[in-house]
């Protein structure tokens, strides 16, 4: 039987309607804002995406554009003011930064109440320590994925494809705290088919094309894939979407399918920083 599609930009309306009513409650209106440093195209993309989203939904957004020289303390300065500024409540700092900058050196700088990433390394810790605070959007974006399929996560076989500190961390961390059996993969893996196949849910974070195939994926099985790669003008997934569709259960499609829904999430993240700055 061919799977149920996932329709990210459905559920992601759905939660940018709640955020909009959320945040008319609020006295103030949510400030976001984005720092890219470099022309990455993809990054810069992103970012866009996250601006548009973020006006709107009629929040503030303050939007700062590097070039690919800037220096690590140019960076630092402007999230320094950022971290300030009573009307931001939340900085995004997009990465990948360029080559001389020490990434985690810029990340620590955005005060954890203002890091509507969940990047920091007082964030990244309150979720191992099951105290979560501001979590990853991209990993709550898949959870929110999963969950909207009715399947319950506890007891489940969960394999993550990917260890990024971005999603594939994280996303383990979250499926963990709702107990599911977690296995993570990642580039040194042997034998991937042995793992994804036990999965009942699987999520796929490599940045690898059509990595996991037919073959690979249990019948029934939840797919979440977070991968964004360009193929000539076309972008696709780290999951071959046209056959592995026939097998699984549910899958997201790329794009349409995790995106929205991070962007979504990230605007929620910005309510919770709110929240976080009030205390
Ligand atoms: N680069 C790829 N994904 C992300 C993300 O979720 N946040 C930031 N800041 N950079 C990214």
Redesign the pocket.
């Known amino acids: 039987m061919a799977a149920i599609i996932l329709d990210g930009k459905k559920e992601a309306n759905k939660l940018l309607e709640s955020i909009k009513k959320r945040a008319k409650a609020l006295e103030e209106k949510p400030g976001l804002a984005l720092v890219l440093a470099g022309n990455n195209p993809a990054?810069e993309i992103?970012v866009n995406f996250k601006e548009k989203t973020c006006k709107e939904a009629g929040f503030y957004c303050e939007r700062y554009n590097f070039p690919e020289n800037v220096s690590q303390n140019e960076l630092l300065k402007v999230v320094d003011e950022l971290n300030q500024k009573r009307e931001i409540h939340g900085i995004?700092?997009?990465?990948p930064l360029p080559k001389q900058m020490d990434e985690s050196l810029v990340v620590d700088s955005i005060l954890p109440n203002k890091d509507v990433?969940g990047f920091t390394p007082v964030n990244l810790g309150n979720l191992v320590n099951d105290n979560n605070m501001m979590e990853p959007?991209?990993a709550r974006a898949c959870i929110a994925l999963i969950e909207s399929t009715g399947i319950k996560i506890e007891g489940k076989n969960a394999v993550v494809v990917g260890r990024s500190n971005?999603v594939g961390k994280p996303v383990a961390l979250l499926l963990l705290q709702r107990n599911a059996t977690v296995t993570m993969c990642h580039s040194k893996t042997k034998n991937l088919l042995e793992h994804t196949k036990n999965a009942d849910i699987l999520v796929v974070a490599a940045g690898k094309p059509n990595l996991i195939t037919k073959a690979m994926v249990k019948e029934g099985a939840v797919v979440i894939d977070v991968g964004i790669n360009r193929l000539g003008k076309k972008i696709i997934g780290d999951v071959d979407f046209e056959n592995v569709k026939d097998v699984a259960g549910f899958i997201t499609p790329v794009p349409g399918g995790v995106g929205p829904m991070?962007i979504a999430m990230l605007l929620d993240n910005l309510l919770m920083a709110m929240k976080l700055g009030r205390r």
Not at 92 to 95: I, S
């Open positions: 990054s992103y995004l700092v997009q990465l990433d959007a991209t971005i991070t």
